[in-house]
DNA sequence: AACTCGCACAACCGCGGATGG
DNA sequence: GCCATCCGCGGTTGTGCGAGT
């Protein structure tokens, strides 16, 4: 059967929209509101697919879009819903996070975790892989004989020197995108992996002392997954956020800026070519 | 100055759920 | 219940820009 296209893409206009096509947008969209995206372009006279009208509006025209960084802030909201929804297999988990995050669109928040907290997230993983490696290669030496593939990373090196601290990490420097606190830092105090199951990390959402996250609609997220069961998270060894964790990020007495400063000589000794 | 590379973000694409006839 | 259509989501791609060489 198939479904059909959900516009013909011939004589439509495709890639960056003009100011002219923003207003027209705008305009069409003041009158008449939002909705029928698929005669939208028609009525509006605009060459464009009716989804690319519904997407240039949703993520940049609509009024009430924040435009600019990330804030430290916003930032471990968007980590702590990853954590929880991550593993919710298309259960409008990037929605659901920009729904808690006023102003920002789901598709900004998709293309900065794709782009700068992805990233973390797996030199995290390449981190504990390493780590743990290591030590169950000194815990088993006899069976040194065994080639095992090792990654010599930085940032394995730059564990077994810095001891990191109990507390969480600190924060970054607002709006520069100059952060301090990648996830180098922010999971190296966690020597084991805790592996929640999303029911725990709701309830430590809930423990969590004051944030916004106390208003979290738990009702909302588990009636759209079936059971309310959460599957594994792989990306949950990638950001080890126990509940001690998420309790002491509520506190915020981790935020303060002087504690950047280590956090800062991490960062510098993760990036230095000096190891062997 | 010219070129390369990496990053950030806007936009596109395909799929699945919801809905109505 | 079946089918067609619309809407919305996540993954991916394309592109502009700044930094580095």
Redesign the pocket.
């Known amino acids: 059967?198939?479904?059909?296209?959900?516009?013909s893409?011939e004589g439509?206009?495709?890639?960056?929209?003009t100011a002219l096509e923003?207003k027209i947008l705008t305009s069409y969209i003041h009158v008449h509101g939002?909705?029928?995206?698929?005669?939208?372009p028609k009525r509006a006279g605009l060459k464009?697919?009716?989804?690319?009208c519904?997407?240039?509006w949703?993520?940049?025209l609509r009024p009430d879009i924040k435009?600019?960084?990330?804030s430290h802030d916003e930032e471990e909201l968007i980590i702590r819903l990853h954590n929880l929804?991550g593993n919710?297999?298309?259960?409008?988990?990037?929605?659901?996070?920009?729904?808690r995050l006023p102003g920002r669109?789901?598709?900004?928040i998709?293309?900065?975790?794709?782009?700068?907290l992805g990233?973390r997230a797996k030199a995290q993983a390449s981190i504990e892989a390493k780590t743990i490696s290591t030590e169950s290669r000194l815990n088993e030496p006899s069976k040194s004989s065994t080639k095992i593939e090792v990654i010599r990373t930085k940032a394995i090196r730059c564990s077994s020197k810095v001891m990191v601290p109990l507390q969480p990490p600190a924060t970054h420097q607002h709006g520069q995108?100059h952060y301090t606190n990648n996830n180098e830092e922010r999971g190296g105090g966690f020597s084991t992996i805790e592996a929640h199951n999303g029911i725990q990390m709701l309830e430590s959402l809930y423990s969590d002392g004051g944030s916004n996250l106390l208003s979290f609609e738990i009702n909302e997220l588990l009636k759209?997954h079936d059971g309310g069961e959460f599957e594994e998270n792989p990306m949950q060894q990638h950001f080890p956020l126990g509940e001690a964790m998420l309790k002491d990020w509520s506190t915020c007495h981790c935020l303060d800026d002087n504690c950047a400063t280590d956090l800062e000589s991490l960062a510098f000794l993760l990036d230095t070519d000096e190891w062997p």
């Open positions: 059967m198939g479904r059909s296209p959900c516009c893409k439509l206009n495709r890639g960056a929209w923003d939002e909705g029928k995206w698929r005669n939208l464009r697919c009716g989804k690319s519904r997407l240039r949703l993520n940049y435009r600019g960084n990330i929804l919710r297999v298309r259960t409008r988990r990037w929605s659901l996070i920009a729904g669109t789901d598709n900004e998709k293309n900065y975790w794709n782009t700068t990233k995108h759209s």
